[in-house]
């Protein structure tokens, strides 16, 4: 069930670019259906995003979701703190504690687009709740433990081992509880792009952890993920900061022994696109240049990004 609401998602993200998603939602909701009159002239008038989402009662999700899609930060729009308190309460909620996966991913694709240094903060708790688990759910196993729980419940294994290890913690009875790996992932994902928007230094110090190059004591939920990862190296590449350029320039010389050609050229273009110096993937000569002092380039133009975005994929 979850997968095709995944694709269904990601399907109706790609669409937003165009224009169409939102009409489309329109058309083919039973709302529609039931009440034509009203939903026309919501598609020629939309609701206040604000308003849709502090309303009480609470409005359906695919309205709320269609809201978050449309919102501005309040206080940079014309709104009031006390707008900006309430809006922010309501993402945070979504973005962390609420049931739909769909909703978060829609909640944090809303918050990326704010200055508030408090939706920084609460994209951070939104990764690290992206499993959709609640206090005192059993915690899944890892795919380490699988053959310990295996060997617990067919009277084999290590007697020492079974006691005290995952099969006293996991709840063979309920199993596994929150989101399927897929969702956990797609979320984490999109939470690592939405920080690399906010161009913070936290964020960017967020991003090189789930990367792996914030210290070999320092560990996070979701590095082990190469698409986690990845999208970290890309958040880091928008992140307009000095310390996204550092983070990019131990990636690319971890990533130069094991040969991983995306992340190399993931980081290679974040440092391109950072620093404005058009130079090889050489971890040396980009360990040379953060040493000598990491300048950020101004904000490439639009024409700027489709020359680099050509290059990049013509290699």
């Given at each position: 069930?979850?997968?095709?609401?995944?694709?269904?998602?990601?399907?109706?993200?790609?669409?937003?670019?165009?224009?169409?998603?939102?009409?489309?939602?329109?058309?083919?909701?039973?709302?529609?259906?039931?009440?034509?009159?009203?939903?026309?002239?919501?598609?020629?008038?939309?609701?206040?995003?604000?308003?849709?989402?502090?309303?009480?009662?609470?409005?359906?999700?695919?309205?709320?979701?269609?809201?978050?899609?449309?919102?501005?930060?309040?206080?940079?729009?014309?709104?009031?703190?006390?707008?900006?308190d309430a809006v922010l309460a309501v993402l945070e909620k979504a973005a962390?504690?609420?049931?739909?996966?769909?909703?978060?991913?829609?909640?944090?694709?809303?918050?990326?687009?704010?200055?508030?240094?408090?939706?920084?903060?609460?994209?951070?708790?939104?990764?690290?709740?992206?499993?959709?688990?609640?206090?005192?759910?059993?915690?899944?196993?890892?795919?380490?433990?699988?053959?310990?729980?295996?060997?617990?419940?067919?009277?084999?294994?290590?007697?020492?081992?079974?006691?005290?290890?995952?099969?006293?913690?996991?709840?063979?009875?309920?199993?596994?509880?929150?989101?399927?790996?897929?969702?956990?992932?797609?979320?984490?994902?999109?939470?690592?792009?939405?920080?690399?928007?906010?161009?913070?230094?936290?964020?960017?110090?967020?991003?090189?952890?789930?990367?792996?190059?914030?210290?070999?004591?320092?560990?996070?939920?979701?590095?082990?993920?190469?698409?986690?990862?990845?999208?970290?190296?890309?958040?880091?590449?928008?992140?307009?900061?000095?310390?996204?350029?550092?983070?990019?320039?131990?990636?690319?010389?971890?990533?130069?022994?094991?040969?991983?050609?995306?992340?190399?050229?993931?980081?290679?273009?974040?440092?391109?696109?950072?620093?404005?110096?058009?130079?090889?993937?050489?971890?040396?000569?980009?360990?040379?240049?953060?040493?000598?002092?990491?300048?950020?380039?101004?904000?490439?133009?639009?024409?700027?990004?489709?020359?680099?975005?050509?290059?990049?994929?013509?290699?």
């Amino acid at each position: 069930m979850f997968r095709p609401m995944l694709l269904a998602w990601l399907a109706s993200a790609s669409l937003i670019h165009v224009g169409c998603a939102g009409t489309w939602d329109t058309i083919s909701s039973r709302r529609f259906r039931q009440h034509p009159g009203p939903q026309i002239k919501r598609m020629i008038t939309p609701e206040d995003p604000i308003a849709v989402l502090l309303e009480d009662p609470l409005r359906d999700g695919d309205e709320r979701a269609a809201a978050m899609r449309r919102i501005k930060e309040p206080i940079r729009n014309g709104g009031t703190q006390e707008d900006q308190d309430a809006v922010l309460a309501v993402l945070e909620k979504a973005a962390v504690t609420d049931a739909s996966p769909v909703m978060r991913m829609e909640a944090i694709g809303a918050l990326s687009r704010f200055e508030d240094m408090r939706a920084m903060s609460v994209l951070m708790s939104a990764y690290q709740n992206a499993h959709g688990r609640k206090p005192g759910d059993p915690i899944p196993p890892k795919p380490n433990d699988l053959g310990v729980i295996q060997a617990g419940l067919h009277g084999g294994g290590n007697p020492a081992t079974r006691r005290g290890g995952p099969v006293e913690t996991f709840d063979m009875k309920q199993g596994p509880t929150g989101y399927p790996p897929e969702w956990v992932s797609a979320i984490r994902c999109r939470v690592a792009d939405s920080l690399g928007k906010t161009n913070r230094p936290e964020a960017a110090k967020f991003l090189a952890t789930i990367a792996g190059v914030a210290g070999a004591d320092v560990a996070i939920d979701g590095n082990e993920d190469r698409d986690v990862r990845l999208a970290a190296v890309r958040g880091l590449g928008k992140c307009r900061q000095p310390e996204a350029v550092v983070a990019l320039a131990e990636v690319l010389q971890a990533e130069s022994t094991k040969k991983d050609t995306a992340m190399i050229g993931r980081s290679h273009q974040g440092l391109v696109h950072l620093t404005g110096k058009k130079l090889p993937a050489d971890p040396a000569t980009w360990k040379e240049v953060v040493q000598a002092g990491v300048v950020i380039a101004p904000e490439p133009t639009w024409f700027d990004v489709a020359i680099e975005t050509a290059m990049f994929w013509e290699k």
